[in-house]
């Protein structure tokens, strides 16, 4: 897929913006703060419909118009997919709420029909990388938990929208714990939800156990090449819930849960929350399930995260990221919009290289650079340079 045309009003330092994108690459140059980064932004929100650079969408509507409410921000999309064009159009309505507060209102709309967000998310596909990734593998679980999150919803159509109903069950369970917890009461009242988050989040693992398979046999591959053969990448998921029982062994073990079935996964998810109902309730929180889940990175089981160098990660960052790529077209059939954030700044010369030979491949992506000399001459020949001046955008 490719995008045609993209249209910003009010987002970020772009009062206004629209520009014509070709195939190919397309390498925005210019100073720090003139808005480079924000465009990439733009074109990721309509992939993900959420920011990679915070997590309040609300920071995205530019702060001139953010000054009166309700304020308005839009990102408009043309793009191409199997060979049909449509138009997606996302706006951000900052509006009052009671108490003097304000809140942040999504409204999608496809081919001009007003679509949820669910249904919105993956209509178009998009890999983005960017430096503070890192945390993916540095970082806390949560990191790694958005990672997958983001990465699943642009491949399982219902994967969004299966998650945003599990967060919204395991919300009201654990009012529940606290209320039991504060006031007691029979624990049988938790059944209901018990059963609610066996069966979505049963469905949540199954995805996330195929997807970090996949995903590794891509980045093992990746990684070995990168590295020229010295260093085996591996991903350990490690459910909250485990469906395969074991020891506390260590991560160098390789866990292969493919064989196990959907609906082993769900009657092991719910019998584990109600032998888990006095401890819950004794908390006030719910302590198992995908909303405790994490991914770990491994180079010839060194896990990255507590031993990595600095150019380990930067590497199975970048192995990652190809593998996402590849999986993604796997997956869809054609190649995802290739996202890059002043990423050549992070690189050495062996992995410039390395990563441009990929990208060679890909049909559409955009990139970011303050200093275009970091790119060989040969890719500045083909790609299309661009100027990106206070929130301006010209060829």
Same mark, same amino acid.
């Given at each position: ?234 991903? &350990?998921?490690?459910? *909250? ?5 074991? %020891?506390? $062994?260590?991560? !160098? +073990?390789?866990?292969?849960?493919? /064989? ?65 790529? &590849?999986?993604?077209? *796997? ?5 995802? %919009?290739? $996202?890059?954030? !002043? +990423?050549?700044?992070?690189?050495? /010369? ?46």
């Amino acid at each position: 897929m490719y995008l045609k045309r993209l249209s910003l009003t009010n987002i970020r330092n772009f009062v206004r913006l629209d520009i014509d994108l070709p195939k190919g690459a397309v390498l925005l140059v210019g100073e720090n703060a003139q808005g480079k980064t924000s465009v990439l932004e733009a074109i990721y929100f309509l992939a993900a419909m959420t920011s990679f650079q915070t997590h309040a969408d609300r920071q995205m509507i530019n702060f001139l118009e953010a000054r009166q409410v309700p304020a308005v921000g839009r990102i408009v999309g043309e793009f191409e997919r199997g060979r049909r064009s449509h138009k997606i159009e996302v706006r951000l309505i900052l509006e009052s709420s009671s108490a003097n507060g304000q809140r942040l209102r999504k409204e999608v709309y496809l081919d001009g029909v007003k679509k949820s967000i669910g249904e919105a998310i993956g209509q178009v596909s998009a890999v983005i990388f960017v430096p503070q990734m890192s945390l993916v593998i540095e970082g806390g679980p949560e990191e790694r938990r958005r990672y997958l999150n983001l990465a699943l919803a642009q491949a399982v159509p219902i994967y969004a929208a299966t998650l945003a109903e599990y967060n919204k069950a395991l919300e009201q369970r654990n009012a529940l714990l606290r209320i039991l917890n504060e006031r007691s009461g029979n624990p049988d009242q938790l059944e209901v939800w018990d059963q609610t988050l066996a069966q979505l989040g049963s469905q949540i693992i199954r995805w996330r156990i195929m997807a970090v398979q996949e995903l590794e046999r891509q980045a093992a591959r990746i990684h070995l090449e990168l590295t020229h053969g010295t260093e085996v990448l591996r991903l &350990a998921y490690q459910p *909250a819930y485990d469906p395969i029982p074991r %020891l506390p $062994l260590s991560l !160098e +073990v390789p866990v292969d849960r493919s /064989g196990v079935e959907l609906d082993e996964i769900e009657r092991g998810l719910y019998e584990r929350l109600r032998a888990l109902r006095l401890e819950e309730i004794a908390r006030g929180a719910t302590t198992i399930g995908p909303h405790r889940d994490d991914l770990r990175f491994l180079a010839n089981q060194i896990d990255l995260g507590h031993y990595g160098s600095r150019g380990q990660i930067r590497t199975a960052l970048l192995s990652l990221k190809l593998a996402e790529m &590849a999986w993604l077209r *796997a997956r869809l059939g054609e190649w995802p %919009l290739i $996202l890059l954030d !002043e +990423v050549m700044a992070e690189l050495d /010369g062996q992995r410039r290289s390395d990563l441009l030979k990929y990208l060679h491949s890909t049909e559409q992506s955009v990139l970011t650079a303050t200093d275009p000399q970091m790119f060989p001459a040969e890719f500045l020949q083909t790609a299309h340079i661009w100027r990106v001046r206070a929130g301006k955008v010209e060829r």
